[in-house]
């Protein structure tokens, strides 16, 4: 019925394909935790003042450096002090706690009320809205992710960035 050749390329040919699948499911896997991972931090920062400082301070010191991608930060309780629970950047070592005193104590200078990412992450409309804006223009009617677009750039012109911003 099957040439031996013709089953040798069948069998090849399915053996890459499960390769590229069991490939692609690592790489989705990956990707989901990574994402996972980003948006604890980004809640954990937006809930707690001394994260985001903390977070500001490692930025201080490694401005290529990302909360959630290269290192996370955690405070169990409202109580506790904030800390770098894992550091996965391997090519930068993790700031001492020295380090990190200094650069808070640097950027401490900087009013908070005056940092233009806080107050514009007050006013800016939410994730959702504009995920749902930029599916609606995307289905043809853009005049929600026109009017969202005129809102932040109002915010972006009340709040301008400034050279001490970090």
């Keep these: 019925m099957f040439e031996n050749q013709t089953v040798n390329f069948i069998l090849v040919m399915l053996g890459l394909v499960f390769i590229w699948v069991f490939a692609l499911r690592i790489n989705t896997r990956a990707a989901h935790t990574l994402v996972q991972r980003v948006a604890s931090q980004q809640s954990c920062i937006r809930q707690y003042e001394d994260v985001r400082q903390l977070c500001r301070a490692v930025h201080y010191l490694h401005p290529t450096l990302h909360a959630g991608i290269d290192y996370v930060v955690n405070k169990t309780s409202p109580e506790q002090k904030p800390y770098i629970q894992e550091w996965f950047h391997t090519n930068i070592p993790q700031p001492k706690p020295e380090e990190l005193e200094q ?19 007050k006013e800016y409309p939410s994730v959702g809205d504009q995920l749902d804006a930029a599916y609606k223009a995307r289905l043809g009617d853009n005049k929600e992710q026109i009017r969202l677009d005129n809102l932040i750039t109002r915010v972006k012109e009340k709040y301008p960035k400034s050279d001490s911003s970090l």
């Design 103 to 121: 650069a808070l104590q640097a950027i401490s200078g900087v009013d908070p009320v005056k940092d233009h990412a806080a107050l514009r992450l």
